[in-house]
């Protein structure tokens, strides 16, 4: 089992910034790849970044150049640092972690971008 822990989220005006963070316990040992999804309310989950444990990125059309992710296989932990945000960027935002084709989700952190 993985355990994934969210944090950073909160409420930003318009064009601010905010930076998330997952921490990964349990049994981390050949965890590929780690990434972030968000839902906003009324609609489904979508992937907004993923990143290999080689450090291959990946980011939906929506985010690129406003978020970036980072992750930091010694000390189990992928940041989503995110620029320029939009009202549209609000959601919760879940961390995932893919191990032996098997998806673990933390509980999600709540992003709000209001003014």
């Known amino acids: 089992q993985v355990q994934l822990v969210e944090s950073g989220g909160g409420l930003v005006q318009p064009g601010g910034s905010l930076r998330l963070s997952c921490a990964a316990s349990?049994?981390?040992?050949?965890?590929?790849?780690m990434g972030w999804y968000r839902q906003a309310l009324g609609k489904g989950r979508e992937l907004v970044a993923t990143?290999?444990?080689?450090?291959?990125?990946n980011y939906a059309d929506s985010v690129k150049g406003r978020f970036t992710i980072s992750r930091d296989n010694a000390e189990n932990t992928v940041l989503l640092q995110m620029n320029s945000l939009e009202p549209e960027d609000t959601a919760v935002y879940y961390c995932?972690?893919?191990?032996?084709?098997?998806?673990?989700w933390g509980k999600g952190t709540l992003v709000t971008v209001s003014s």
């Open positions: 995932n972690a893919e191990r032996f084709g098997m998806n673990y």
């Open positions: 990143i290999t444990k080689g450090g291959r990125t």
């Open positions: 349990g049994s981390i040992f050949s965890i590929n790849t």
